[in-house]
C-alpha cells in the first residue's frame, strides 16, 4: 500500500475545467492526499515543517498543475524552494526523500504535436520539465515520466471523461503497487503505458 | 395603588400562567388557553371577575392596537406592493363574497337592509389577533396559508377605516339619538360630518407621523437611553389612541396608520422590539377578557339560536374563504389550514359592534348577541385548527413535504454585519466592493441614517436584541460578523447566537488580546483582533525604511503573526492558572511580560532559511569544488 500525496498548484482552480475533473472526486480515494498550494497558502508564506511532514509521510509525490509558460505556477517553485531545504532533501545528509517516487501531472492548452522540435513550441515536454527531472535527481527520488492532458481547449466531454479515468486507473495502481518503474520509464508519457495495460482505448 | 387593581392583576396573571401552559402542553396554543383561562375566572364559572369584564376588555383592547401599530409597522410600502395583488385580489373576494352573502342572509331574517349590511360588514372581519398568533407558533407565516391569511387579514384591517366612515352613513334615521354615555366630537354629528371627521383624523395621523414622530424619535434615540426609547414609543401608540378615542375613531386604526406611516422609517425594527413584549401580554389579557366576556345567561336562555347563528356564520365565512382559497391556486390541506384559520369573526368587530350600537343601527340585544357570537367564533378556532391538525391533515392532506421557496417579500443577505464603526464599515465596502450584500444592524441613528441614504440595508436597533437579529434575517443568513466596538456587547452577541441561531458562522472583532482569550474561552474559532495586523504592517514598513529588503521584512510580518496567534489558545489556558486575582492594568503587564519570554525562547524569524545559500555553500567550499 503506497500513500499517494498531490501537491495541486492552480492560481485560478474555480475557472479550470481539466484539473477540476481530474481531481473530482479525489477526497474520498483511499491513500490519496491533495494539498491545494493555493488554498493553503494565499499568502506564499509556505509552513516548511508541515509540508516536511506530509512528504515523510507519503511514498508517491505528485507535483500536479497547469504548464504556464512552459514551467510551474509560481507557489509551485516556491514550494521547491522552501521545502526541499539542504540537509534535508538533499546534500550530503539529505536521504529524507531517497526513493521516493515523484512525477508531473500537467496539463497544456496546446496539443501533443505542437510540443515537438518541429513544432510551435519547439521542444518537447519532457526537455520542458527537465528542472523538475533533476530536482528529483538531486534529492535521490525516482522520477517518472509525466501524465499529460493535452489540448485542454479543444478537449470534449467524452476525451476528457478518458483522460479521468485514465488518472484514475493510474492512482489505483500506484496506491497498490501495481506497477513497473523499468517498464514505465521506456516510454514519454505515463498515460501511454497505461493504455495497453488497462484496456482503456482512445476515443 | 389599590387594592383592586393588585387584585385583578393577580387573578389575570394567574389564569394565564395556570392556563397557557396546560394549553401548550395540551397542543392547542395560547390562544385557547387565555380563552379558557378567561371563560373559568369569569363569572359563569369561578366568579373571579365580574361584570367589570367589559371594563377590562377596554383595556385589553389595547394590545389589538399594539398589535395592530406592529402590522402597521411591517407594511413598508415596497413590502406592500409586491403584496398588492394577494392582498387586493384575495383579501377583497373574501370580504366582499363574506358581507354581501351575509348581507343577504339577514336581511332575509328580517333585519333593515341597513342593519343587515352593517352586521354583514362586522361579520366578515376576522381575527387578526388570534391567526397571527396561531400562525406564529405553528411556524406557518411563511407558507402559502400562511401569506394568504395575511393578506386577507391585512385587507380587513385596512378595510375597517372606510366602513368606520361609511358606518355613520347608514344611521340617518338614528342620528339624533346618541345611544350611550361616551361623548366624543363624533356623537351628535350629522353622517357626513362624522365621515368628514375620520377621514380628517386619517390624514392628521399620517402628516404628524412624517412631520412630528421620525424627528422626534431620532432626537430621543440621540440620547442613548434605551428605557427612553421604549417609553417614547409607548407614548406615540398611547398618544395615537388617545387622540382616535378623543375623536371617537377606533385607537386601533388610528395606531395601524401610525405604524405603516413609521414603517419606513429608520427605528422600524428598534419600534417593533420594543412595543412587541407589551403587545404579547396585552393581548393575553385581551383572549382572557373575551373569555370572560361571554355572557353564557344569554346563550343559555337562546341556546338554538346562538349555536345557529355561530354555525351559520362560520359555515358562510368557511365556505368563502375555501373558494377564494382555491382562486388562489393554495394547495387542499394549505387551503384548508386557510379556511379553518380564518372562519371566526374578528376582534374589530367588537369595534364594529360598539359603533353600531352607538349609532343605534342595530338593538342592544342583537349587539350582545353578535358579540357573544363573536367570543364564540373565536374560542372556536382554535378548536377547529386542532381538529385539522389531528383528524382533516393526516387523511386528507396531500401532504407535500418539499420547501417551498419563500418568496421575496423580503430579500436575506448570507452576511449580518452587527456594528458599523470603522471597523464593520471597512469591511461592509469590501464585502460590497466583492458583490456580497450584508445586512448591517447598527445602533447610531445617525449612522442609520446616512448609510440608508447610501444605498444600505441597515436596520437600526441594538444587535443583542434577538427579536432585532430574528428581523435581520439570522434565521437565513451564513455568517454573522460582531464587529460592535464594546467587547460586552459582542461576547453577549455571540452567547446569544451561538445558543438561537447555532447555524450561523460567528465572526467576531476583538479589541485587545484579553477580549481575544474572553472570545477563545467562548469557544469562538474566528477571532480577529483589530490592532494585530496594522501593527504588524507598521513593523514591516519599520523593517524596510531600516533598509530591510521589502520581501524578508513581509515575510517576517507573517511569520510573527502567525506565531502570534497560534500562540492564543495555550495563553489562554494558561490565564487561567493563576491563583491570585490581578487588577486589569497588573493583567496587562504580566501579559506583556510573559510574550517578551516567549519570543525569546522561540523567535519567530530566526529560523527561517529560506533561499539561504551559506551552508551550501560552506558545504561546497569545504570540498574545495567551485561555486
Redesign the interface.
Known sequence: MNKILILFAHPRFEKSKTNRALLQNIGERQGVTLNDLYEQYP?F?I??DREKELLMAHQVIIWQHPLYMYSAPALLKQWI??VL???WAH??DGNFLKNKIIFNTITTGGTREVYTPGGYNRFTIREFLVPFEQTAALCKMIYLPPFAVQGTHLLTGETLQHHVALYSALLDRLVTGDFNIKEMNKIEFINDWLLPETGLTKP | MNNIFLHDALIYLAAAVVFVPIAKKLGMGSVLGYLLGGIIIGPFFLGFIGQEGKDIMHFAEFGVVMMLFLIGLELEPSNFWRMRNLVLGTGSVQFCTTTILIFAVFLFIGFSWQAALACGLALAMSSTAIVMQTLREKGLTKTESGKSSFAVLLFQDIAVIPILALLPLLAISAVHAPATGNITFLSGQPGWAQTLTVLGAVGLVILSGRLVMVPFLRFIARIHLRELFTAAALLIVIGTASIMMLVGLSPALGTFLAGVVLANSEFRHELESDIEPFKGILLGLFFISVGASINFSLIFSNPLMIAALVCGIVVIKAGVLFITGKLSRLSFDQNILFTLGLAQVGEFAFVLFAFISQLNILSARWTDMMMGVTAISMTLTPLLLLANERFIDPRCGTKDKKEKEADDIDVYNPVIIAGFGHFGSTLGRFLRANGISATILDNDSDRVELLRKMGFKVFYGDATRIDILKSAGADEAKVLIAAIDSPETNYDLVEKTKKLFPHLTVMVRAKSRLDAYELIDMGVKDIYRESLDTSVRLGIDVLTKLGVRKYAAT?AG??FI?YDEAAMPQLARHRHDQDTYIFNTREQIQLQEQLLTNDREVNPTLND???DSD??GN?FADDGSEH
Request: aromatic share 10%; net charge negative; hydrophobic share 30%.
Open positions: 499568502d508564506n509552513d516548511i524552494d522552501l531545504e539542504y540537509g546534500g550530503q | 515575510r507573517q511569520n502567525k532559511h529560506a533561499w551552508l551550501v558545504k
